[in-house]
């Protein structure tokens, strides 16, 4: 079955760093796009980042850009998202997110996410 796996968070400082992993399977990993959100307590989940399927482009939320990177590696089905001088407001839990939209070869769409992930910035 389709899953969906995220690890790396916890507790980290003020101007920290967290390295977060996705570990995906049970779908064809790299014809999908991968995302990051996030969702604080009392809050919308927002968009973090996101990488296309073969990692030719990546989006960032305004609030985390040059401080936040997005990678992937198809050949062990896993997405990375590499936080560097985090700050209090970045603390959420943060969700591993695979999209596809409909393509000639596979006119489905699917979506599939994973549990989350908590991180909290805190001194």
């Known amino acids: 079955q389709v899953r969906l796996v995220e690890s790396g968070g916890g507790l980290v400082q003020p101007g920290g760093s967290l390295r977060l992993s996705c570990a995906a399977s049970g779908f064809t990993f790299s014809r999908f796009g991968m995302s990051w959100y996030r969702q604080a307590p009392g809050k919308e989940r927002e968009f973090v980042a996101t990488i296309t399927s073969v990692g030719g482009y990546t989006n960032y939320a305004d609030s985390i850009k040059g401080r936040f990177t997005i990678t992937r590696d198809n050949a062990r089905n896993t997405v990375d998202l590499q936080m560097d001088s985090l700050k209090p407001e970045d603390t959420a839990v943060y969700l591993c997110?695979?999209?596809?939209?409909?393509?000639?070869?596979?006119?489905?769409?699917?979506?599939?996410w994973g549990q989350g992930t908590q991180v909290t910035v805190s001194s």
């Open positions: 997110n695979a999209y596809k939209p409909s393509h000639p070869s596979d006119l489905s769409e699917y979506e599939y």
